[in-house]
């Protein structure tokens, strides 16, 4: 299949992509975006906090959640580790309970992985505590509850999303790259079976289609099918971010190519945020996704993002396969 990528001319989010006729009807279409598109699916858990009815519109989500102070809060005197605990079996508890509590994540790596790891006793209950650069450009790596294999990857500065301006600053920590990093730990999760980079995908949500107040990036399989429609059209990928023709479940993308070994020398945060027009102006309503590539025999990565509209989308959790199938067919 080739690839007839338009190039992109929006303005601002009001106009932001979606699928024309010449696209017709989704190739394919994920059980779990089609439960987002309906108002079920979706939450920084996946297949955890199904969307309720206040997160059907932006402006709902936002009046549910305006209890929830985002950003540097002020540092609490001691950090409760059992409390951290509770969160932490907060995620495993019924969707509605681990809905209800968006600091879930943020408690648990707070709270429990970085006062362990700073006191030399492991980052339990993370898989790794990266604090070489002090805790204001730390990540953890944590085993998410669903998934065979799945890993977030958690700054352990309080960071709300995609749209905090922090993650635009200069010392923004490096949560890409240190989520494909964990490619082993994903790996060995599967038996130690070793993926191509094509087989895995980086994906972070937008602030409408997630249920946690800490920025998260999900480090899992990719679905075999989109990585197909990818390989398909890597050739007419250049660094330049146009709209896809072919929509990857179910929605019109934009894509970019970068080179990159490791993502260690780029940040796909900033790449969306000066390369479409209007999107720094509303950061909240992408998401964005980085799946491993190579061109022209060297390594890289296929840039992805797509912005929420009351019709869907801003999840791109949604090209991810939690069951990792790719991995049964993969060399």
Known sequence: MGCDLQAMDRDDFASAPRPT????????RSE???RHAAGRGGGAIAG???????EKTPQALEKARNRIAFGEPARPARRSAFAALVAFAALAAPAGRAAADPDALWRIVHGACVVHAEAGEGPRPCEQVDLARGEA???????DINGVAQMLA????????VEDPQMLAADAPPAFAEAWAAKPLLEA????????????????????????GQLHIHVDCLRPEVAEALEANRAALTGTWRAMTVPLSGRTYFARRLDSA????????????DGIEGAKADMGAWTLAAVGAEFDGKPGFVLLANAFSLAGGGHAEDLQDHDCAIAKVAP
Do not use: F, M, Y
């Open 21 to 28: 006729a010449a696209l017709g009807a989704p190739s394919w």
């Open 32 to 34: 779990g975006e089609a």
């Open 48 to 54: 955890q906090g199904g969307a309720t009815e206040l």
């Open 137 to 143: 450009e730390g990540v953890a790596i944590l085993k």
């Open 154 to 161: 958690i700054p352990t500065r309080r960071i709300a999303g």
């Open 189 to 212: 999760r599967l038996g130690g079976k070793q993926l191509p980079r094509e087989a895995v995908a980086l994906a972070l949500n937008s602030k409408w289609a997630r249920s946690q």
């Open 262 to 273: 490791d993502l260690a020398d780029a940040e796909p945060i900033k790449l969306l945020a």
